[in-house]
């Protein structure tokens, strides 16, 4: 049977006008927060204050504790947790220089509850496409559950100050930073990147008292908002990322 | 003296088939029930007269002697759709009814009855010449119609039936140690031992459900996608279409019509392209799976791929469109895990001098090590994947970048948008490490799939390139 003739298609070519706003006003003010964005869907989660308290002749001044976090969530839900910018070990950073990150130590729940360990993977093809293994399973009443305040990190400063990390959300865990130990200012120097706390499947569709990233520069106007633009320009579609009941 | 189970005296003839010349063994008359002719001189048994019979055999329920009007009526059931087909040929399967393996195996073992007589064989040699005759269409073993036909008889199918179903349900009555006892079925492959002689049948066999298949005719050729947002095949989410085509649907343009086939033609590739990536260069290896054709004849693979690029130009594109055999599908499923893959991409990375570009291009091929990308994490286990980068080339699109193209040559499997951006750290090394500063990728196509499809042929023509 005769064959269709080859078709060849020619080399690439870009429209990069298109790209000019998302350069200018995202990439060029912070390049790390906008490639974040593209990726995720940057949320926030202020802590309450519940634990600091200050006597003072009697008097009680709550003071906030400013634990905040940030969650940038991926479409399939996955949330990369790590420190929002108006996490007060910034402050505390800023008002002490000299003062250092010595470490960010998991708890032992952290450490002995993770939904699934990275193990080696063959080196051929993408290992298919498998429905089981992913973190979709029922993982409610155990350990491997945590719950908003559950406590996952130590931040230990050289001070001798620490500042607690709680899950903020429910859910499981699914990986902790393995680079933090080498590097433990990493979460303070690129926590939109490498310097992530832990990532985590949240097991409720919407995360309690989240907030988006107006809500959350509205509330804490000391953080400097031009420096966090909302995404212009296109977010990564990913079509394996959305995948639901696919064909 | 009781009746004996099958005497031992030496009947089977040793090493020659067939032959009524056998000698006969002739069974307690009582115990045996009525059986036809055809059956009692298959199973070597001499019967009294009185019990030779044309319809209540308990052997066969009736299928032997009644074999030419059962293939008759078999074929009438499944004419109008086998004429259909431009096939000249069909197999046959025929599922008899269930009584009758218990019922053989309880006359060999009670009686000494010839077990090498299969009532299937028997009813095939009459059946398929009938066939052929009402059907028009010569048997073959080779198809490429394939015929499921089937033999019922409700009043022996039903105990079978309930006897099954009981076997299956665990026995709630009674205590036993140990929790979840799971009921194993008595040896599934021996059923309750039946009575013997069996239960004398007092309706015919009828036909059952019959299907009529045809084996599927493979097209094979490669794709390209020149626009972004089509997937490869049809992506829905809650009912919605996420893109407004696909390439399956594409490719497959018209090819319903032509053959008459079933609505759902399968597509195999050579791996995937997110939606939003293209497929240029000489594209992408697929196959078709054309099941139940109902016209083959006038298959035109070349006037398919016309018709396709026609109605899709500008968007998906066919090459190479041809006729491809079963065991050579193989191929392109290999390709997907083994082929390396080349890519082009649009990057974004600020601060990069032209002499950190000339060393990233100047890099021998190296590894990189990738985590599951977050993106799959919620459905894939978390694996280390280790993958090979052969070559990159990076390219500024203005004097100083800080927009690249970048082309690259990956083992197959990687993830490259990971590669790109670093994906958190867990794609390591990644473009971003290599330059030393923040990356992103913003278009992606496919610009080479390393796998010679469709395969080569010897052949009269001399092939076009």
């Known amino acids: 049977m005769a064959i269709s003739p080859a078709i060849q298609a020619d080399s690439v070519t870009y429209d990069l006008a298109q790209y000019d706003r998302l350069i200018n006003e995202c990439y060029n003010v912070n390049a790390e927060w906008a490639i974040a964005t593209r990726y995720f869907n940057p949320q926030f989660l202020i802590s309450k204050s519940n634990n600091d308290h200050n006597q003072v002749d009697g008097a009680e001044l709550e003071v906030e504790t400013r634990l905040d976090m940030m969650l940038l969530q991926s479409p399939n839900s996955l949330c990369v947790i790590s420190l929002a910018p108006g996490h007060r070990v910034f402050a505390h950073l800023r008002e002490n220089p000299g003062t250092t990150i010595t470490a960010v130590r998991y708890t032992p729940q952290a450490t002995d509850n993770l939904v699934r360990k990275l193990r080696p993977g063959r080196s051929g093809g993408r290992g298919g496409k498998r429905k089981r293994g992913g973190a979709s399973h029922a993982v409610s009443q155990d350990l491997g559950t945590f719950h908003e305040d559950t406590l996952v990190a130590q931040i230990v400063l050289s001070d001798g100050t620490a500042m607690p990390v709680h899950a903020g959300i429910y859910g499981s865990l699914l990986q902790l930073n393995d680079a933090l130990a080498t590097d433990p200012s990493l979460i303070v120097k690129h926590p939109c990147n490498v310097g992530f706390l832990f990532v985590a499947k949240p097991l409720r569709e919407t995360v309690r008292d989240v907030m988006t990233r107006e809500e959350y520069l509205a509330a804490r106007p000391d953080v400097d908002a031009s420096i966090y633009p909302a995404l212009v320009g296109p977010r990564d579609v990913d079509e394996e990322a959305v995948e639901e009941g696919q064909e | ?465």
């Open chain 2, 1 to 465: 003296m009781d009746p004996a189970p099958a005497p031992t005296t030496p009947v089977a003839p040793p090493a020659h088939e067939s032959s009524a010349a056998a000698v006969p063994v002739v069974p307690a008359a009582a115990s045996v029930g009525p059986l036809c002719n055809l059956c009692a001189t298959g199973l070597r048994l001499s019967l009294p007269a009185e019990l030779l019979t044309q319809s209540s055999c308990t052997h066969c329920l009736g299928v032997l002697p009644h074999a030419d009007s059962l293939a008759r009526a078999l074929a009438d059931t499944v004419r109008e759709e086998v004429v259909a087909y431009d096939a000249p040929s069909f197999a046959v399967e025929i599922m008899l009814p269930r009584a009758l393996a218990p019922r053989h195996t309880v006359y060999v073992e009670r009686t000494g009855g010839y077990i090498a007589f299969e009532v299937r064989k028997e009813f095939a040699k009459s059946a398929v010449p009938v066939m052929e005759e009402v059907l028009g269409k010569t048997y073959s073993a080779e198809g490429p119609l394939r015929l499921l036909l089937a033999i019922t008889h409700a009043e022996t199918d039903a105990p079978i039936a309930a006897r099954v179903a009981e076997a299956r349900r665990p026995a709630k009555r009674g205590r036993f140690e140990g929790k979840g006892c799971k009921v194993d079925s008595p040896a599934p492959s021996e059923p309750e031992p039946l009575p013997f002689p069996p239960s004398t049948p007092t309706t015919l066999p009828t036909v059952g459900a019959c299907t009529v298949r045809r084996d599927p005719i493979r097209l094979g050729g490669r794709y390209l996608k020149l626009e972004r947002h089509i997937s490869q095949t049809l992506w829905r989410i809650k009912g919605q279409r996420k893109t407004e085509l696909s390439v399956a649907e594409c490719v497959s343009f018209g090819l319903a019509d032509m053959t008459q086939c079933d609505t759902e033609i399968g597509f195999i590739a050579a791996g995937r392209e997110d939606a939003d990536v293209r497929m240029l260069g000489t594209g992408r290896p697929f196959v078709l799976e054309v099941r139940n054709a109902r016209k083959v004849d006038g298959i035109d693979p070349v006037a398919l791929a016309e018709r396709a690029n026609t109605e899709f130009a500008g968007k998906v594109q066919v090459s190479r469109m041809c006729v491809v055999n079963k065991d050579e599908v193989k191929q392109v499923k290999d390709g997907e895990e083994l082929k390396a893959k080349e890519y082009t991409c649009l990057v974004w990375a600020p601060g990069v001098d032209q002499r950190k570009v000339d060393e990233i291009n100047a890099l021998p091929a190296f590894q990189i090590d990738q985590q599951t990308p977050l993106r799959v994490l919620h459905r894939r286990p978390n694996l280390m994947r280790p993958k090979t980068v052969y070559w990159i080339r990076m390219e500024p699109l203005r004097e100083g970048g800080p927009l690249y193209r970048v082309a690259l040559e990956t083992q197959a499997g990687a993830y490259i948008k990971e590669f790109i951006t670093g994906d958190t750290g867990r794609t390591r090394p990644s473009l971003s490490t290599l330059l030393g500063t923040h990356a992103d990728i913003l278009e992606l196509d496919v610009t080479k799939v390393a796998l010679e499809w469709p395969p080569a042929r010897k052949s009269q023509h001399s092939s076009t390139a």
